[in-house]
């Protein structure tokens, strides 16, 4: 059974670093073809991809906010960790993690409940 | 950077058909994958690479994908199916979600 669970401050100040945790169970993270993706939803807007990490430890991120991003892995103890710096208010909402199944054409098969996170002025 | 536009809303009565398109550059191309979302809840895939349906979609689910749109169909629409709804592929090392279809049930 495949679960993912992200956890993280509920809450950020402006400027500050955003460091959010996403364990995994159910598949292992060196496995080829199993990758993490982090997901974003702003209230009240689309979805938005922020990075991706794959089973080979390369990474990929959202261009536009390539220079704040950082993905990380420590596959010992399954999880998949984002860190987003200078945090500023537009970046309040729920982020999400995911798993992405290249096996069947890099889609987002199994996805966290997501987490609220909100930055404050 | 790769882009995909879906119209804002559909509106449908149940029992009938709502078609959801997706456009971009040569997205016939591609994988496309379309994912469901309901307030408070995560993400769900209902079609994948075109046109597969995940184990426990209803048959009612169906996609299509060709030159520069992509479609996802849902036949005999119920209350149930009332939710935002994104398109979403893989471009250039980016992956890219479109911007989202509200579908609501009249």
């Given at each position: 059974?495949?679960?993912?669970?992200?956890?993280?401050?509920?809450?950020?100040?402006?400027?500050?670093?955003?460091?959010?945790?996403?364990?995994?169970?159910?598949?292992s993270l060196s496995a080829t073809g199993n990758s993490v993706s982090w997901v974003r939803q702003p209230p009240g807007r689309s979805l938005e991809w922020l990075a991706a990490i794959h089973w080979d430890d390369e990474k990929f991120y959202n261009t536009s906010?390539?220079?704040?991003?950082?993905?990380?892995?420590?596959?010992?103890?399954?999880?998949?960790?984002?860190?987003?710096?200078?945090?500023?208010?537009?970046?309040?909402?729920?982020?999400?993690?995911?798993?992405?199944?290249?096996f069947s054409g890099d889609v987002f098969d199994f996805w966290g409940q997501g987490t609220m996170v909100a930055v404050s002025s | 950077s790769y882009e995909l536009s879906q119209p804002l809303s559909v509106s449908v009565a149940p029992g009938q058909t709502a078609?959801?398109?997706?456009?971009?550059?040569?997205?016939?191309?591609?994988?496309?994958?379309?994912?469901?979302?309901?307030?408070?809840?995560?993400?769900?895939?209902?079609?994948?690479?075109?046109?597969n349906r995940p184990s426990g979609i209803p048959e009612r689910f169906s996609g299509s994908n060709s030159g520069n749109t992509a479609t996802l169909t849902i036949n005999k629409v119920q209350a149930g199916d009332e939710a935002d709804y994104y398109c979403q592929v893989?471009?250039?090392?980016?992956?890219?979600?479109?911007?989202?279809?509200?579908?609501?049930?009249?």
């Open positions: 059974q495949v679960t993912l669970r992200e956890s993280g401050p509920a809450l950020v100040k402006h400027t500050q670093t955003l460091t959010l945790t996403c364990t995994v169970s159910g598949f906010l390539k220079t704040r991003l950082t993905v990380s892995k420590d596959t010992s103890k399954n999880q998949v960790v984002l860190r987003l710096t200078n945090m500023d208010p537009v970046d309040t909402g729920t982020y999400f993690c995911a798993r992405v199944n290249a | 078609r959801i398109n997706c456009g971009g550059y040569n997205i016939g191309r591609k994988n496309v994958h379309w994912y469901q979302k309901k307030p408070g809840q995560a993400p769900v895939v209902v079609i994948y690479r075109v046109d893989w471009d250039t090392s980016t992956y890219v979600f479109g911007t989202g279809t509200t579908v609501t049930v009249l």
